[in-house]
């Protein structure tokens, strides 16, 4: 990348699938290519994104989707600053390559989590077995938690947008507030709650549509 400083988070180097980092821009600054699906969201600032002969203007709370092999430029308008989530494709028999696209968070219709209206979830990436991985923002009005400690398979990187709460992972319980990063390994027990008298949202990744052996 050039006039960009990024904060990884999270990558293959501590055992992730996945990689993501932050992305603080100055105008003019840059990503640099890679070799893998690309997911920008716009944390502050304003983006362009060209990509298949076409230029994209994102702002806050915009993002793009950027399938592996297509190539494109992120560039940023003013200074900026955004969640970068990279990840090697599994394809998958029957089902084509994903395409590019780009969105806007604030646009996407919410669904209540389990029927619970206080817990809100918005998916950016469409509902698709060509995708091997969701990204999706969960808003909690103050008090709301999830209803159950989950454990699964898929691990998550997870980046607080707004508000907050008390992260259980595993045993131990953790305050946290916007900026704030945790990556959930594959089968680690959590559960959110949110604190605090505004809504606490985050940004969650996970590995998605593929089966435990490939
Ligand atoms: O989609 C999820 O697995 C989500 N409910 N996990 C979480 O918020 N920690
Ligand atoms: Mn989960």
Same mark, same amino acid.
């Given at each position: 990348? @050039?006039?960009? #400083?990024?904060?990884?988070?999270?990558?293959?180097?501590?055992?992730?699938?996945?990689?993501?980092?932050?992305?603080?821009?100055?105008?003019?600054?840059?990503?640099?290519?890679? &070799?893998?699906?690309?997911?920008?969201?716009?944390?502050?600032?304003? +983006? =362009?994104?060209?990509?298949?002969?076409?230029?994209? *203007?994102?702002?806050?709370?915009?993002?793009? #989707?950027?399938?592996?092999?297509?190539?494109? &430029?992120?560039?940023? %308008?003013? !200074? @900026?600053?955004?969640? %970068?989530?990279?990840?090697?494709?599994?394809?998958?028999?029957? #089902?084509?390559?994903?395409?590019? #696209?780009?969105?806007? =968070?604030?646009?996407?219709?919410?669904?209540?989590?389990?029927?619970?209206?206080?817990?809100?979830? *918005?998916?950016?990436?469409?509902?698709?077995? @060509?995708?091997? $991985?969701?990204? /999706?923002?969960?808003?909690?009005?103050?008090?709301?938690?999830?209803?159950?400690? &989950?454990?699964?398979?898929? =691990?998550?990187?997870?980046?607080?947008?707004?508000?907050?709460?008390?992260? *259980?992972?595993?045993? @131990?319980?953790?305050?946290?507030?916007?900026?704030? $990063?945790?990556?959930?390994?594959?089968?680690?027990?959590?559960?959110?709650? !949110? +604190?605090?008298?505004?809504?606490?949202?985050?940004?969650?990744?996970?590995?998605? /549509?593929?089966?435990? $052996?490939?």
């Amino acid at each position: 990348m @050039s006039g960009a #400083f990024a904060i990884v988070h999270v990558s293959a180097a501590i055992g992730a699938r996945f990689t993501q980092y932050s992305v603080e821009f100055e105008p003019g600054g840059s990503l640099g290519p890679t &070799e893998w699906q690309r997911f920008v969201y716009v944390l502050e600032g304003e +983006l =362009e994104v060209k990509v298949c002969g076409q230029t994209h *203007r994102l702002s806050k709370d915009g993002f793009a #989707f950027l399938p592996q092999g297509s190539p494109h &430029e992120v560039s940023a %308008v003013t !200074a @900026s600053r955004a969640a %970068v989530i990279e990840k090697p494709y599994q394809p998958v028999a029957g #089902f084509e390559p994903p395409k590019p #696209f780009v969105g806007e =968070e604030t646009s996407i219709q919410s669904t209540a989590l389990m029927g619970d209206e206080a817990l809100q979830v *918005r998916a950016l990436i469409p509902a698709s077995e @060509s995708y091997d $991985f969701a990204v /999706n923002t969960m808003t909690y009005l103050p008090g709301a938690a999830l209803s159950m400690v &989950e454990v699964h398979i898929m =691990e998550h990187g997870l980046l607080m947008l707004e508000g907050g709460g008390i992260y *259980r992972l595993g045993d @131990s319980w953790y305050p946290v507030t916007v900026g704030d $990063f945790i990556w959930m390994a594959a089968y680690c027990p959590q559960w959110f709650g !949110a +604190l605090g008298k505004t809504p606490a949202k985050y940004l969650i990744y996970k590995d998605w /549509n593929r089966g435990p $052996f490939s």
